[in-house]
């Protein structure tokens, strides 16, 4: 051990003396061969030179101590969790997450040109005898964690995307990255490009806050670098829904409510759980950003609200029903591909809208897993067809067919109140439907009709299809589309709200949602001029198309001119 830390010592001491040496300016030309003149300077004027890291073996917080003291490097500021590199050593060692007591301590060092710089320390503990001196001894070779790092001075978006592109267009690659919620702050790695000249191959870029929608793009890049690991990490997905089911299963997130850390002991006595277990269930959970987690325990992140019950924007029902029945049914997906027949039709015996309806019990979840993609609904009140409904001096209806709960037609309802509503159910849904329209105080404003799509009522202003057509094939969707083009009066318009299929092959909602649909209901996504066709067909007309959250569409259709001789 003293061979061990006396390495460590000397490395620590090599990089205490490179901080106090380098400033911004004379850095960056080093780490990226080429940089000069206006680039060199619009780089230096928005990072800054702000540390060099490295990573040490101490077997336990007094040898830590003691390798810093000797570097000049003593001081007060406790060892915080760092989850970026404990989760690469994970990763790179295939070791699990729990197994590695991975810190970070932060010293300051003043620089020869006067500024205030840090050695940042990553520690590693392995205790003597323990089968980590494997891992430490390949990563004193590699030297994977050594790097220099600088910190963004605005962390702006745009900011941050130049930076990103000025170190690619140098050479550097992108090497992963993470989000740091003990810190709150966003690390982009690169690696240096071959020719760089400072004896450090690895750059961190800092920023400050929760900037993930950008680090996810750095990390596809980097992950398509990486084959395996990306497969890997594609092939854990199942692991993730099961995680966030359970999660919302045992009401974790209930038990979390509030701003407040809460010790694993003291959750698992209220959730009913093994603390053991569960503190493995939410160290997963915090890599997903649904908690993050301290010494003390653990605290509910925006992401991990969404999973408590009874609250606005509640997703809980949607995590319940894609880790219950969904889950189930899509381990008959090769079936579905193989044959044409609906895995849940297949496992199940019975079509879902079936199935769920003999249930109350899973009928009413998935009901409720329906209203949990809701932001989906919310500039649906605003659209041209409804504001001029609204306007009509006589009033107007608005038919919603198969509306489900009433979760849309009472946000419309709610948004203009001199429109009328009715809504056409089967009948369980019907029930449900009323009792949450009668609790919002819209009841009165709305009928209520029992039935199928022979049942569409005539007379109504507008009418809505939502998340109706994807349930079913081509054929189907014609006969649908002409009940409502038979009831609709020639003024009417009919709004349409599904997932639209991208031209162009683009990441979409709706490429997951149409596997989702062929394996579970038999149903399917469609692109725009599809759905074109479907309305042509059905004697209907489409007008325009408009987006809405969760990659979704409104699309306008009225009925079609009558043809002229």
């Known amino acids: 051990m003293i061979t061990t830390l006396s390495g460590d010592t000397s490395r620590l001491l090599a990089t205490v003396d490179f901080v106090k040496e380098q400033d911004t300016a004379a850095l960056l030309p080093l780490l990226l061969p080429g940089l000069d003149g206006p680039e060199l300077r619009a780089l230096a004027e928005h990072c800054r030179f702000s540390h060099a890291a490295l990573l040490v073996f101490p077997s336990g917080e007094a040898e830590l101590e003691a390798m810093l003291a000797d570097c000049g490097l003593a001081g007060v ?4 969790p760092s989850v970026v590199v404990r989760e690469r050593l994970a990763l790179r060692h295939r070791r699990p997450t729990a197994e590695l007591d991975v ?37 004193r070779e590699r030297q994977h964690e050594t790097h220099v790092g600088f910190d ?17 267009r140098y050479g550097a690659t992108p090497d992963g990255g993470g989000y740091n919620p ?16 400072a004896g450090y191959r690895r750059v961190e870029l800092y920023v400050p806050g929760d900037h993930r929608d950008l680090l996810a793009a750095h990390l596809d890049e980097h992950r398509a670098r990486q084959p395996a690991e990306t ?9 993730t829904t099961q995680a966030l089911s359970t999660f919302a299963q045992l009401g974790v997130a209930d038990a979390l409510d509030g701003d407040r850390v809460v010790g694993v002991e003291e959750l698992a006595r209220e959730v009913g759980a093994r603390p053991r277990n569960l503190a493995t269930l939410l160290r997963y959970l915090a890599m997903l950003g649904a908690v993050t987690e301290s010494r003390d325990g653990f605290r509910l992140t925006g992401t991990g609200a969404l999973l408590r019950d009874g609250v606005p924007g509640s997703m809980r029902a949607l995590a319940l029903m894609y880790g219950g029945p969904f889950y189930t049914s899509f381990a008959g997906l090769g079936h579905t591909v193989r044959t044409g027949q609906v895995a849940f039709e297949h496992l199940f015996g019975e079509n879902h809208f079936d199935h769920f309806a003999r249930d109350p019990r899973l009928a009413d979840l998935f009901d409720r897993s329906m209203a949990a993609g809701a932001a989906m609904f919310d500039p649906v009140p605003a659209h041209p067809a409804l504001t001029a409904a609204a306007g009509a001096p006589a009033g107007a209806t608005v038919v919603d067919v198969a509306g489900g709960n009433g979760e849309l037609l009472g946000r419309v309802l709610a948004a203009h109140p001199r429109l009328r509503g009715v809504l056409l159910e089967r009948p369980h849904a019907v029930e449900a439907a009323r009792a949450r329209l009668a609790e919002a105080g819209l009841g009165a404003r709305c009928a209520f009709l029992a039935g199928d799509f022979a049942d569409v009522p005539t007379g109504g202003d507008v009418y809505v299809l939502s998340r109706v057509l994807h349930d079913w094939d081509d054929e ?22 599904e997932r639209v299929l991208p031209a162009d092959g683009s990441v979409s909602l709706a490429t997951a949602w149409d596997l989702h649909m062929m394996c579970n209901v038999g149903g399917r996504e469609r692109r725009a001029e599809h759905y074109a066709r479907l309305f042509t067909d059905a004697g209907l007309t489409l007008v325009d198309r408009s987006p809405l959250p969760l ?14 001789e």
């Open 182 to 197: 003990h810190e709150d702050g966003t690390v982009f790695y690169f690696d240096a490009p071959d020719e760089a000249k």
């Open 231 to 239: 497969l890997l990490r594609l092939l854990t997905g199942a692991w």
């Open 103 to 139: 810190g970070i301590v932060r010293r300051a060092v003043v620089g020869g040109d006067g500024a205030h710089r840090l050695v940042e320390v990553f520690a590693l503990t392995v205790p003597p005898g323990s089968d980590l001196d494997a891992v430490a001894a390949h990563e």
């Open 476 to 497: 189907r969707c014609r006969g649908i589309l002409r009940h409502c083009a038979r009831a609709m009066p020639d003024h009417a318009d009919l709004l349409v709200v």
């Open 551 to 564: 990659d979704g569409h409104v699309l306008h259709v009225r009925k079609a001119a009558p043809a002229t």
């Open 152 to 168: 963004v001075v605005a962390p702006d978006p745009l900011v941050l995307r130049g930076l990103c592109a000025t170190f690619a």
């Open 77 to 80: 500021a406790p060892r915080q």
